[in-house]
T-cell receptor, first 113, second 112 residues
Framework: DARVTQTPRDKVTEMGQEVTMRCQPI?????VFWYRQTMKQGLELLAY????????DSGMPKDRFSAEMPDATLATLKIQPSEPRDSAVYFC???????????FGDGTRLSIL | GNSVTQMEGPVTLSEEAFLTINCTYT??????LFWYVQYPGEGLQLLLK?????DKGSNKGFEATYRKETTSFHLEKGSVQVSDSAVYFC???????????FGKGTMLLVSP
């Protein structure tokens, strides 16, 4: 089965460090989503892209977060500088065109000390 | 704006018990409704969906009916198994499958 692949699976780092999370969407999917999951807030949509163009990043703190799609097979989410409150599980999901369901990766578990 | 409200968990059941997880929503227009399941250490998986009023989504013994009059999409299963232990998320979308709005999730724990 085709899967969304996220790396790294786990990341522990100190506050102030740059963090880069990567996502390989399912081949042929043209829409990519980034979510953050915490116990307090649940699942929050951070940003999403269609055909590599950012459509909405209103859920993302602009001062420290950035999301890009350098090519159709890679999406990145960067945090610089990181803060302890960024600790969460970050999920990437992708979907094909024509109202196809979202497929989620297994997430990156981020801990900022 | 859109919102989804789910019953708080955990829901604790014995194997073969009947399951109901309540979900109500607020949305403009006619949203599509979904249930996703998240097993420990994994991402979310689509469990079932319904795209219009009175539709019933079903999969793996789970069912949910889109009730427009009560703005609800309750998840049910007649006989749960230990392997159903997971977190269940209700979600809606106003534009097909894009931009899902999720509830906070309900943890289900099934004991032998």
């Amino acid at each position: 089965d085709a899967r969304v692949t996220q790396t790294p699976r786990d990341k522990v780092t100190e506050m102030g460090q740059e963090v880069t999370m990567r996502c390989q969407p399912i081949l042929g999917h043209n829409t990519v989503f980034w979510y953050r999951q915490t116990m307090k807030q649940g699942l929050e949509l951070l940003a999403y892209f269609r055909n590599r163009a950012p459509l909405d990043d209103s859920g993302m703190p602009k001062d420290r977060f950035s999301a890009e799609m350098p090519d159709a097979t890679l999406a990145t989410l960067k945090i610089q500088p990181s803060e302890p409150r960024d600790s969460a599980v970050y999920f990437c999901a992708s979907a094909g065109s024509g109202n196809q369901p979202q497929h989620f990766g297994d997430g990156t578990r981020l801990s900022i000390l | 704006g859109n919102s989804v409200t789910q019953m708080e968990g955990p829901v604790t059941l014995s194997e073969e018990a009947f399951l109901t997880i309540n979900c109500t929503y607020t949305a403009t227009g006619y949203p599509s409704l979904f249930w996703y399941v998240q097993y420990p250490g994994e991402g979310l998986q689509l469990l079932l969906k319904a795209t219009k009023a009175d539709d019933k989504g079903s999969n793996k013994g789970f069912e949910a009916t889109y009730r427009k009059e009560t703005t609800s999409f309750h998840l049910e299963k007649g006989s749960v198994q230990v392997s159903d232990s997971a977190v269940y998320f209700c979600a809606l979308s106003n534009s097909g499958y894009s931009t899902l709005t999720f509830g906070k999730g309900t943890m289900l724990l099934v004991s032998p």
